[in-house]
Structures are given as C-alpha cells and as structure tokens.
C-alpha cells in the first residue's frame, strides 16, 4: 500500500521525508521517475529509493511505501495520506527562489509568484490554491493535516502524530534525533533556505499580496489551513 506525502512544493516535504526515516527507519521514494530532491541534496538524509515498481503495483503491494507527490490529488483517489500544507504566500516565495537562476531580473522572480498564485504556474503542481483544496477539501479521516509551521517546530512529533493515523502499526525507533536547521544548512543552504513562518512578508510586494488575496481559491484555501491551526498531525474527519 501507499502513503502519499502530499504537498504543493516548499510546503515540507522534504523535512517530513527526512524526519520519517530518522523516526522509523522507513524509506521513502516519490511518483516520479525522477527524485530530483535527492539528486540534490543527497539519498541518505531522506532514505530515498527508486520506486520497485509502477506506482499502481506499490498501492496495491502489501507492503508499505511512503511516496512524495506534488500532484493535484486525482478525483476518486482515496488513498492514505499525510498532506503537508504552508501559507500560500511562503509557499511561492520560496519555491520562486529556488527556481531563479543568478541574473535573472526581478521580474522574472514576480512573473514566477503571480502564475503561483492565479494560473498554474507550478506546473505539475498546478496553482497553489487549486493543489491544496484537492487535498484538503472535503475533509476525510484517511488523509492527515500537518502545518508547516507544526513541522519546523517539532518535525518528529508532527509525524508521528499523522502516523498513528494513517499507520498505526508503526513502531517509532528509540532515541530518534530531529534534524536541526544547523544541520540541513550545512548539507545546503540554497535548499533549506530560511525555514521559517512569513517570509513572504520581506520577501514580496504588497501588490503580490493583494493579488494573492483578489483569488476566491486562495482565501477558501487559506481558510481551510486556518481550522487546522493548533492541532499539529490532526486527522479531518
């Protein structure tokens, strides 16, 4: 069976990757023929994999597979997930950075956030709004909500506490250690950036702001993200 990790980008995959293979020892493989996260930073950290199989043998296997996706959920599919979700804003900014090449102009980094926010400018990921609202509405029971925010904080807590949800039978290992930001710097600090909560506020004009806000999808979506305030790993349903 699957797990997905499932997440618009910059949201914390990663972290969750990482802080589920230091709590369980589990490894963790993604829906794309490619892992380019692990190409970058390296396969250790987050006991990344190449998938055995084609995604429709791994759901339908025995065993269990922890799997990144950025995708839209697709209508229908129920499986079990853990859905990391971060305010839109940070999301863009962040996945925006990490995109731009040295000398781009201003403009470009803009372009990049306002097709983010309205069009689909995450490509495979689609618009913001439109990723997290396949995930996280309507709300159901199999699929776990972690805030970013819950993560950076306490990443083995938020984890653990979605695992007990969508794999109960899991056994934390003892003494697990979580990552510190010092640590994920030092293996690179262009892809564990800033880690925190509201940076888009020094990071984007207020007219981005504004039009982050002129989208009826991203207050629904960041309305949704507000009823899982303080209830880190919940379960909806």
């Known amino acids: 069976m699957i797990v997905w990790l499932a997440s618009y980008p910059r949201s914390g995959n990663t972290l969750a990757r990482i802080a589920l293979h230091r709590l369980y ?3 963790t493989y993604v ?3 490619k892992d380019g996260v692990a190409e970058r930073i390296g396969s250790e950290l987050m006991g990344a994999r190449e998938r ?5 043998a791994m759901q ?3 065993e269990l597979y922890f799997v990144k996706t950025h995708r839209p959920r697709e209508p229908g599919d129920e499986t079990p997930s853990i859905c990391l979700v971060r305010d839109g804003r940070d999301a863009a900014v962040s996945w925006a950075r990490l995109r731009r090449k040295p000398g781009d102009p201003r403009e470009s980094f803009a372009a990049d956030v306002r097709g983010q926010f309205t069009d689909g ?3 495979g990921a689609g618009a913001w709004a439109t990723n997290v609202l396949s995930w996280l509405d309507p709300p159901v029971r199999h699929r776990v909500v972690v ?3 819950d993560l950076i904080a306490d990443p083995l807590h938020a984890i653990r506490a979605a695992v007990r949800v969508v794999a109960p039978w899991l056994t934390p290992q003892a003494n697990a250690e979580p990552p510190t930001f010092t640590e994920l710097q030092r293996v690179d600090a262009g892809f564990f ?4 909560v509201g940076s888009h506020r020094d990071e984007l004009d207020a007219d981005l702001v504004g039009l982050f806000w002129e989208q009826p999808p991203n207050v629904a979506a960041m309305r949704l ?3 899982t305030r303080h209830q880190p790993g919940r379960s909806d349903g």
């Open 52 to 56: 055995p199989t084609e995604v429709a």
């Open 193 to 196: 950036r800033r880690g925190i």
């Open 225 to 227: 993200l507000t009823r």
């Open 60 to 62: 339908a296997a025995p």
């Open 147 to 149: 805030r970013y925010e």
């Open 25 to 27: 020892g589990v490894p």
């Open 121 to 123: 400018g995450g490509a």
């Open 31 to 33: 829906v794309y023929e």
